[in-house]
């Protein structure tokens, strides 16, 4: 089965995070890491990762994954300040609030995502919030340009993907707390 290929190779690149030295990383970091790690496991056109502020609880910037023209296998990203009015639509921030998964399908006409120069075709989208226990560390959202791009074992297999990078992110913050106590 694909996507337990899929899940497997998402789980040893976790395991391999794991044993470099990720815990002198920040949480934004691994954030990245987890989208871009889902973005080469997939065939989907952009992945966008959100990361919520621990302080303020705001998500103020986001970061775009999207097919590199010169290598497929290091992707092209582009970091974006929300402002406070695109924050509140952002599909991110949505599945946060909402505390579950966000999926929109049959967009039309077709939306187009303007990243530094790059158009981004999609008309579907799914999202889905990265948290753990108590902890809500943000949102990745995955575009596709099929009108339903998302069917429910491509849903199963985000989900499950998520909920590893959740609990990698709450290991991160835990080895990091356990570290600072010492």
Known sequence: NDNLIRRSEILQAINQ????????????????????TLFLHTAFPAICAGA?????????????????????AVPLIIRKKLTTGKMLHHPAVISLKKNGKVVSSNIFPRKTLTLA???????????????????AYGAIVVYSEKPDGFHEQEIDFLESAITDFSLALYAHDVSRQLQFER
């Open 17 to 36: 995070l794991n044993s470099r030295e990720w815990h002198n990383r920040d949480r934004n970091e691994i954030l990245d890491w987890c989208a871009e």
């Open 117 to 135: 120069g790059h158009k981004i075709a999609f008309q579907s989208y799914c999202a889905l919030p990265i948290c753990q226990q108590d902890r």
């Open 52 to 72: 919520l502020d621990p302080d303020t609880k705001d998500m103020s910037s986001v970061s775009y994954f999207i097919p590199s023209a010169q290598d497929e």
